[in-house]
């Protein structure tokens, strides 16, 4: 029998093709964080020519919703980071859905109970509290005390008349040392004995997390799980269970966790943290998964800004930082601004189209449209900033701020702007380049400064001081409406 053998990223022989999978609960928005871990994994796999697999985990199906699971599915696609196996595609390995997987973890938990590796639990909800209490009464770390591993059948059957449900324990072996070699932190020791029988079955027939994730994950032929730290804690628990299962444990790869600028938990109150909160608020994709990746990745050109093809390139996953990493919003803004600049007019016009839906766009032409784009684009941090940018060009007149007001109201101001009504008639718009300097030259041998000049015909016709080039705004108002906004504010 022939096995393919192939050199991964970190050099070592892998037998099988690599399989990776992000396993996200539906009970919010798809996290950044999340993001981030289903970035490394979609990495990963790009990298090694492996499959990264989308298993929806909804066993909490009081937490869990569908318009969750499509958000996540939306936030992935919107990221870019499609995967082969999934709900909605399929593949070899699924149902992909944990709650269309109810029937397959009793009979896994029933085999563990009849190795011994398992066994029913019949405590009640009172009593596991009262040994709690007990520890924490002595000051010591609280384990369960394994007091249903060796109940006689005659036990286990007055709990049943006394109408008690039993959950599944997993017999954790005493003195054990569970050592695996994390692809990320370097190699991990744990001691059995802080563990504590734990339970794989709840006593209302469902799975819990350390044991689904375990059935699953050995079923659909997952090989690396790369996961945040956080998870940590159950890693020995399932690799016991890999272990009492007779599977291969796969390779674990637990990333540093992302922190506020604060250094404290990323949360709502420090700004966005859901994808689709970043899209909202005005970030492209292609920006937002740029920076996740920074946040623990390093090029190794030094060149941050790089699509997620040529990160794949460049991605070693022995070479992600093991500490915990910042999430700066001032460099994911500076990061925006610089992808926003350098996005293809058209491209970036359709973008901004669900940031404009307050105005008639119908006011343009594609033309007008596309130069109000071309001429206000240079300062956007956000797509979202574009709203407050462009309120000018829409509407018979504009509203006036008070410090244009001023410009307008003065004896300069009045002077310009009747001055411009005089000749008005007479301009080439498609010539306003040289117009505009010849009139700003007449003012000067007058002793106006031309950035008056400019202010006082700015603050007209857009209502504010400061905005894009003001050639192109009146090229786009066109004749009339400059002519009528002039008109207006004259004394
Ligand atoms: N559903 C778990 C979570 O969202 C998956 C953890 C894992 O990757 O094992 O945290």
């Not at 890999?242 to 291969?248: D, K, Q, V």
């Not at 937002?288 to 991605?315: C, R, T």
């Not at 000067?444 to 000049?453: L, R, Y």
Request: with cysteine; hydrophobic share 35%.
């Amino acid at each position: 029998m022939f096995f393919r053998c192939k050199m991964i990223s970190n050099g070592e022989k892998e037998m099988d093709d690599i399989r990776v999978r992000i396993a996200p609960s539906p009970s919010g928005n798809l996290h950044v964080g999340t993001a981030r871990t289903a970035l490394f994994n979609y990495l990963f796999a790009k990298k090694n020519n492996g499959k990264f697999v989308l298993r929806i985990e909804d066993t909490d199906l009081e937490r869990s919703n569908e318009a969750y699971t499509q958000n996540i599915f939306d936030s992935l696609k919107a990221l870019g980071l499609n995967w082969d196996e999934g709900p909605d595609v399929g593949g070899n390995y699924g149902p992909y859905k944990q709650s269309e997987r109810f029937d397959i973890y009793p009979k896994y938990a029933q085999m563990l109970v009849e190795k011994g590796f398992a066994y029913e639990c019949f405590c009640t909800q009172e009593e596991l509290e009262a040994e709690k209490e007990e520890s924490v009464k002595n000051k010591t770390a609280h384990v369960y005390s394994g007091r249903c591993r060796n109940l006689s059948e005659e036990e286990k059957e007055k709990f049943r008349q006394e109408g008690r449900k039993p959950s599944i324990r997993f017999h954790v072996p005493k003195d054990k040392e569970i050592v695996f070699n994390d692809l990320v932190k370097g190699e991990l020791k744990f001691n059995s004995n802080l563990i504590g029988d734990f339970v794989i079955m709840k006593s209302n027939g469902t799975p819990t997390y350390n044991f689904a994730v375990v059935i699953d994950d050995m079923l659909m032929k997952i090989n690396h799980i790369i996961r945040g730290e956080d998870h940590i804690s159950n890693t020995p628990k399932q690799i016991l269970i890999y272990e009492a299962l007779g599977a291969e444990v796969p390779k674990f790869g637990h990333l540093g966790m992302i922190l506020a600028p604060d250094r404290s938990k990323l949360s709502k109150r420090h700004g966005a943290t859901a994808v689709s909160e970043f899209v909202e608020k005005g970030y492209l994709t292609e920006a937002l998964v740029n920076f996740v990746a920074l946040l623990g990745w390093s090029p190794s050109d030094g060149n941050e800004i790089k699509n997620v093809e040529e990160i794949a390139q460049d991605f070693r996953i022995n070479e992600v930082s093991s500490s915990n990493s910042v999430f700066e919003y001032d460099k994911l803004n500076w990061m925006n601004s610089q992808y926003i600049k350098k996005l293809d007019l058209e491209v970036l016009a359709e973008k901004l189209k669900p940031y404009l839906t307050q105005y008639n766009l119908e006011e343009l032409t594609k033309e007008q449209y596309l130069k109000m784009v071309e001429i206000t684009r240079e300062p956007l941090t956000l797509l979202s900033d574009i709203t407050n940018d462009v309120k000018y060009f829409f509407g018979e007149y504009p509203e006036i701020e008070e410090e244009a007001n001023v410009h307008i109201d003065s004896e300069i101001g009045q002077t310009v702007l009747k001055e411009v009504i005089k000749r008005i008639d007479d301009w080439n718009f498609a010539n306003l380049h040289e117009i505009l300097e010849e009139f700003r030259s007449y003012f000067k041998e007058q002793g106006i400064k031309a950035k008056n000049t400019m202010l006082a015909i700015r603050s007209a016709v857009t209502g504010r001081t400061r905005g894009a080039d003001m050639c192109g705004i009146l090229e786009i108002l066109g004749k009339d409406k400059v002519k009528k906004r002039i008109q207006k504010v004259i004394k």
